[in-house]
């Protein structure tokens, strides 16, 4: 059995906006809404991680998707 790596999460506290300034390429998704901000970000070999910001201690809230 193999697996692939499609891209990576990472649940992080003010570094979208630190990566996005140090001049790093943001995916297409730019998300933020009051309870999250989510954005992809790649690195310099070209990998897709997605960085999640959450801006609520309510999960229900953070965790709404559409």
């Not at 933020?32 to 609520?56: M, P």
């Amino acid at each position: 059995m193999s697996c692939r790596l499609e891209h990576a999460n990472i649940t992080v506290n003010d570094v979208i906006t630190r990566l996005q300034d140090a001049g790093y390429e943001t995916g297409d998704l730019n998300e933020e809404i009051d309870a999250r901000q989510r954005t992809y970000i790649f690195d310099g070999n070209g990998v897709e991680w997605e960085f999640v910001q959450y801006l609520s201690e309510d999960s229900e809230k953070a965790n709404v998707y559409q």
